[in-house]
C-alpha cells in the first residue's frame, strides 16, 4: 500500500512518469514482477536524475533486500562498473548502500558495498572520489573529513566543496 502511495505522488510531481507508470503497472502481488527493463533503463542514463534515483529506491524496497544486493548490485549493477567506471553507478551503489543501512545497519552486505565505495575516495578520476566522499560521509564523517583535509587544496575553490561535509548533496 505504501509502494502504490509513493508512486501515485511521484506521478503527480514529476512530468515524466514513464518509469513510475512502468512500476506502478507492474506491482501486482499475484503476478511476477520483471524489474529488468526497468533497471536497465536507469542504468542507461548517464545523467543524475531524482526522478531515476526515486525510482531506484521503489523498486529496491519492492523487492526486498536479498534481490537488491544479490541479484542486482552483484550481478548487474556492480559488473556494468567495473566495466565502465560511470560516475552515476557509483551514486546508485551509494544509494543502494544508504538503503540497506538504514534497513540492516552495517550487515556484512551493506559493509561490503561501503568497503567498495571507499576504495573511491583515493582514485584520479575526481568524479569517483567526490561521489565516494559524499556517501562515506553518512558512514564515517572522520574519514570524510580526512578526505577533505587532503583534497582542499586541489578542490578547494569549487562551490560544492565547503558543503559536501555540512550538507547532504544526495
Given at each position: 500500500m505504501l509502494l502504490s502511495y509513493?508512486?501515485?505522488i511521484m506521478?503527480?510531481?514529476?512530468d515524466s512518469t514513464d518509469i513510475v507508470s512502468k512500476i506502478q503497472d507492474e506491482m501486482?502481488?499475484?503476478?511476477?514482477?520483471?524489474?529488468?527493463?526497468?533497471?536497465s533503463t536507469i542504468l542507461a542514463d548517464n545523467e543524475f536524475s531524482h526522478f531515476k534515483t526515486a525510482s531506484l529506491r521503489i523498486i529496491c524496497s519492492f523487492m526486498d533486500w536479498n534481490w537488491t544486493y544479490n541479484i542486482f548490485t552483484v550481478q548487474t549493477l556492480y559488473p556494468q562498473f567495473v566495466e565502465s567506471s560511470r560516475p552515476i553507478l557509483l551514486f546508485y551503489m551509494g544509494v543502494i548502500?544508504?538503503?540497506g543501512y538504514k534497513?540492516?545497519?552495517m550487515h556484512e552486505s551493506v559493509q561490503s558495498i561501503f568497503d567498495e565505495i571507499k576504495t573511491f575516495l583515493d582514485k584520479e578520476n575526481?568524479?569517483?572520489?567526490?561521489?565516494?566522499?559524499?556517501?562515506?560521509?553518512?558512514f564515517d564523517?572522520?574519514?570524510?573529513?580526512?578526505?577533505?583535509?587532503?583534497?582542499r587544496e586541489k578542490y578547494g575553490n569549487q562551490p560544492w566543496f565547503?558543503?559536501?561535509?555540512?550538507?547532504?548533496?544526495?
Amino acid at each position: 500500500m505504501l509502494l502504490s502511495y509513493q508512486v501515485l505522488i511521484m506521478k503527480r510531481t514529476n512530468d515524466s512518469t514513464d518509469i513510475v507508470s512502468k512500476i506502478q503497472d507492474e506491482m501486482d502481488l499475484f503476478e511476477p514482477f520483471d524489474v529488468n527493463g526497468l533497471c536497465s533503463t536507469i542504468l542507461a542514463d548517464n545523467e543524475f536524475s531524482h526522478f531515476k534515483t526515486a525510482s531506484l529506491r521503489i523498486i529496491c524496497s519492492f523487492m526486498d533486500w536479498n534481490w537488491t544486493y544479490n541479484i542486482f548490485t552483484v550481478q548487474t549493477l556492480y559488473p556494468q562498473f567495473v566495466e565502465s567506471s560511470r560516475p552515476i553507478l557509483l551514486f546508485y551503489m551509494g544509494v543502494i548502500c544508504t538503503l540497506g543501512y538504514k534497513n540492516f545497519g552495517m550487515h556484512e552486505s551493506v559493509q561490503s558495498i561501503f568497503d567498495e565505495i571507499k576504495t573511491f575516495l583515493d582514485k584520479e578520476n575526481h568524479e569517483l572520489s567526490v561521489i565516494a566522499c559524499s556517501f562515506v560521509k553518512n558512514f564515517d564523517l572522520d574519514l570524510a573529513g580526512q578526505w577533505c583535509a587532503k583534497n582542499r587544496e586541489k578542490y578547494g575553490n569549487q562551490p560544492w566543496f565547503e558543503q559536501i561535509l555540512s550538507k547532504n548533496m544526495f
